[in-house]
């Protein structure tokens, strides 16, 4: 349970707020790079963190990210003409370029040099692993980029996608940290008597033994989860999952298997991002391997990336299936998400929780954030930020005998750090 002092000092990441400063001292995925296909094609508006920006790709195909509003009478830079290396924005033509240096203003005398003294607010961007990334913080305190394994694979093996929850980021982390909601949000009402014959670890023990016991490990860059179920007589089924700051996750997988992570930035306090990465560090994604819990095919293509069943259709909710065939009647998986997340309110009360033992990822998560933003306050920088090879992980899943722990298997640990 937080206060609702406690719950306000995570949730708010606006300019100035503590955690809004401990967010800007990460590089922010703010876009897909397909969502700017071309150079000199149409700007496209993005809400970061409270901000309102406006992201182009230039002559040369550099990502520029600059304030919304020119700094002359603050008419909307989405209104632009992107051309010759540069966004020029259309009410009186003033021109800047990807780094904010106004290098036009034919509104002014020739002789005049007041194009020199002006500049719009323009962010660091890298481009990696299909985003386009921005640092928002200090310049002095600019952060190698993260380590992430998927940043360095070839681009037939990572898929990105993204949908717009409209909550809190915190509830949608919560959500992900959430594991053991899969064997009951997630399942069909045959799930249990189909686990004999299941395929998978996760199919064959998530369903006969619903209430894992979870364990909890601090590291650098965040929390290491391990879900520990029945097995057989002498094992334990784990499920590892992982939270990185500032809102990164990545939900359990099979041995060796491919990674899903999932990454809940803030558009504002109120909205968030869930963009959808997955990979396989082995070989290249298959089609359906693509396919799979890609986005891209449940999205309304009206530009607001909402999913098709939302909070405006009860998330398209069929109560005959949730009768005859799923825990839900909601088809889409990251629409179940929604439905709980969503229905918590923009940002949820928390002083009226009531938290139990699976919930412990969750208040460790919570507890890293605030202590972080709390210390970035007294001027300790978080020290993941300058470190990326904290980031280089991925999740997990094994069958362990009893008396072995999950951190203490030599494959498992070889499996869930990138070498």
């Known amino acids: 349970m937080l206060t609702v002092e406690e719950t306000n000092y995570l949730c708010r990441v606006g300019p100035g707020t503590p955690m809004g400063n401990l967010m800007r001292r990460y590089w922010t995925p703010v876009l897909l790079s397909k969502e700017l296909p071309e150079p000199d094609g149409a700007p496209l508006r993005s809400r970061i963190l409270g901000e309102d920006l406006v ?3 230039d002559t040369n195909g550099v990502v520029g ?13 989405f209104f632009g003409r992107n051309e010759e290396c540069g966004l020029r924005c259309v009410y009186h033509g003033w021109k800047f370029d990807a780094q904010g240096n106004c290098v036009d203003m034919p509104s002014e005398p020739a002789e005049s040099n007041f194009k020199d003294k ?6 660091p961007v890298k481009e990696a692993g299909g985003l386009i990334w921005a640092y928002m913080g200090p310049a002095e305190f600019e952060p190698p980029m993260y380590g992430f394994e998927y940043l360095s694979l070839n681009p037939n ?6 949908l717009r929850y409209e ?8 959500g992900d940290l959430d594991t053991v909601h899969a064997s009951l949000l997630h399942s069909r009402l045959s799930d249990l008597e189909n686990s004999a014959t299941a395929t998978t670890l996760g199919g064959k023990y998530q369903f006969p033994d619903r209430a894992p016991k979870f364990h909890v490990e601090d590291t650098e860059a965040g929390i290491l989860i391990g879900a520990r179920r029945a097995a057989e007589a002498d094992s334990y089924y784990w499920r590892i999952s992982r939270w990185l700051f500032p809102y990164f996750t990545m939900i359990p997988r099979e041995p060796h298997g491919i990674t899903q992570g999932g990454m809940m930035v803030p558009i504002d306090d109120e909205n968030c991002w869930f963009i959808h990465v997955r990979w396989n560090h082995l070989a290249p994604l298959e089609e359906n391997q693509r396919f799979e819990n890609n986005f891209d095919h449940n999205i309304i293509p009206d530009g607001t990336w909402l999913a098709k069943a939302n909070r405006r259709n009860d998330y398209l909710i ?15 998986v990251r629409a179940q998400d929604s439905a709980m997340t969503d229905g918590m309110g923009t940002i949820a009360d928390r002083s009226k929780e009531h938290l139990a033992t699976t919930d412990m990822g969750i208040i460790r998560m919570r507890r890293r954030l605030i202590k972080a933003a709390r210390e970035l306050e007294e001027g300790i920088e978080p020290s993941a930020a300058s470190n990326p090879d904290s980031f280089a992980v991925r999740s997990g899943g094994c069958v362990l005998p009893r008396d072995v722990y999950f951190t203490d298997d030599a494959e498992v640990w070889d499996d869930i750090h990138v070498k």
């Open 65 to 77: 990210l600059i304030d919304n509003f020119c700094p002359h009478r603050r008419a909307s830079m």
């Open 118 to 123: 002006v500049k719009i607010t323009a962010y």
């Open 318 to 332: 069929d109560r005959e299936d949730q009768k005859n065939n799923t825990y839900t009647g909601i088809a889409f």
């Open 55 to 57: 992201a182009y790709r």
């Open 167 to 174: 909550s809190n980021y915190v509830q949608v982390i919560e």
């Open 157 to 162: 093996q990572v898929s990105v996608s993204k």
